[in-house]
């Protein structure tokens, strides 16, 4: 069982950044597929990065490729994303993610069976 807690959320103007936690409890936090997703108010939750369990490759969607990073330490349980060059379409509730790493990129929710609370990202123009 791994629960995850989200923080960093907050409101930033275009162009800012911010930069999310993840902290997970439970063991073999380094067997886990981590990832983050969002979703914006009247849409579908989508994929925005994902990285492998001993951290050496991540995937990001198009739409963050360049401006988002995830990272992670193993030896805390935790994992991050940093968002620079922040735009109003960033906005959304941002989700913290976990399964097991089978070492296949998984970019749709229902591969997770973890997740956390969220932490709300606003972008203002």
């Known amino acids: 069982q791994v629960q995850l807690v989200e923080s960093g959320g907050g409101l930033v103007q275009a162009g800012g950044s911010l930069s999310l936690s993840c902290a997970a409890s439970g063991r073999a936090f380094s067997r886990y597929l981590m990832a983050w997703f969002r979703q914006a108010p009247g849409k579908e939750r989508e994929f925005v990065a994902a990285i492998r369990g001993s951290g050496s490759s991540t995937h990001y969607a198009d739409s963050v490729k360049g401006r988002f990073t995830i990272s992670r330490d193993n030896a805390n349980n935790t994992v991050y994303l940093q968002m620079n060059s922040l735009k109003p379409e960033d906005t959304a509730v941002y989700y913290c993610?976990?399964?097991?790493?089978?070492?296949?990129?998984?970019?749709?929710?229902?591969?997770?069976?973890?997740w956390g609370q969220g932490t709300q990202v606003t972008v203002s123009s």
């Open positions: 993610a976990a399964d097991r790493d089978n070492q296949m990129w998984v970019v749709r929710g229902m591969g997770y069976d973890y």
